[in-house]
């Protein structure tokens, strides 16, 4: 199985958080949850995994090439195969969720059939019903829905999420997490923070922070 991620003696820092002398290796397919105590580091790491910031010292490698701060055409290929579910993730408040979910995909230039695969994702998630209302008229669960939705409408082959269960009822939490364990099991990365691996029936991988 080939390596997805290579972190080789990495730190990083932010202005809440700093990880330091971390060595991972992640590879195609793997589902990896991160624990920690809160200002732990986790949403820092994701941050490392989505490629919103990059190790000041190590060596951080994407599918075997080592990334750089001059990489910037490779990091922007690398993104445009993940799907991003992040807390207090941002929505266009007077567009529609259709046109939301969308706009993702006309960013990242997709060439996928995106009526179909909107129809799927809408029947998964619940969100048939509402994809003409705009965003600011929904509650939490709903918005948490959409982003979820946004995040995969282009068949990513990484998924970085921090606690995607957030504002999710117990029956949708359910249906979320089956739905993570099977696109594992087809060879979609999964990485995420989260509270409720009891949920995760899939083999995974824990990676506790201090």
Same mark, same amino acid.
């Given at each position: 199985?080939?390596?997805?991620?290579?972190?080789?003696?990495?730190?990083?820092?932010?202005?809440?958080?700093? *990880?330091?002398? @971390? /060595?991972?290796?992640?590879k %195609?397919?793997?589902?990896?949850? @991160?624990?920690?105590?809160?200002?732990?580091?986790?949403?820092?790491?994701?941050k490392?995994?989505?490629? +919103?910031v990059?190790?000041?010292?190590?060596? *951080?490698y *994407?599918?075997?090439?080592k990334?750089?701060?001059?990489?910037?055409k490779?990091?922007?290929?690398?993104?445009?195969?993940?799907? %991003?579910?992040?807390?207090?993730?941002?929505? !266009?408040?007077?567009?529609?969720?259709?046109?939301?979910?969308?706009?993702?995909?006309?960013?990242?230039n997709s +060439?996928?059939?995106?009526?179909?695969r909107?129809? &799927? !994702?809408?029947?998964?998630?619940?969100?048939?019903?509402?994809?003409? &209302?705009?965003?600011i008229?929904?509650?939490?669960?709903? +918005?948490?829905? %959409?982003?979820?939705?946004?995040?995969?409408?282009?068949?990513?082959?990484? @998924?970085?999420?921090?606690?995607?269960? /957030?504002?999710?009822?117990?029956?949708?939490?359910?249906?979320?997490?089956?739905?993570? &364990?099977?696109?594992?099991?087809?060879? %979609?990365? @999964?990485?995420? /923070?989260s509270?409720n691996? +009891? &949920?995760?029936?899939?083999?995974?991988?824990?990676?506790?922070?201090?």
């Amino acid at each position: 199985m080939d390596n997805i991620y290579f972190l080789n003696n990495i730190s990083i820092s932010s202005r809440n958080a700093q *990880l330091q002398n @971390i /060595t991972l290796e992640i590879k %195609v397919g793997d589902f990896l949850i @991160i624990k920690g105590q809160n200002a732990s580091g986790k949403s820092l790491l994701l941050k490392l995994f989505y490629l +919103k910031v990059l190790p000041f010292s190590g060596d *951080l490698y *994407l599918k075997g090439n080592k990334v750089s701060r001059y990489s910037k055409k490779q990091i922007i290929e690398f993104r445009k195969r993940m799907g %991003v579910i992040l807390q207090n993730d941002y929505l !266009i408040p007077f567009f529609s969720v259709y046109q939301n979910i969308q706009l993702a995909n006309q960013i990242q230039n997709s +060439k996928n059939n995106f009526s179909k695969r909107m129809d &799927e !994702i809408s029947e998964w998630l619940e969100l048939e019903k509402i994809k003409n &209302e705009k965003i600011i008229n929904l509650s939490n669960s709903q +918005k948490q829905k %959409v982003v979820i939705a946004r995040a995969l409408i282009n068949n990513p082959s990484v @998924i970085v999420a921090d606690q995607p269960e /957030t504002f999710l009822d117990e029956k949708s939490i359910k249906k979320f997490f089956f739905l993570l &364990e099977s696109l594992s099991k087809i060879g %979609v990365t @999964i990485i995420l /923070t989260s509270n409720n691996n +009891k &949920e995760i029936n899939v083999k995974h991988k824990m990676l506790e922070l201090g």
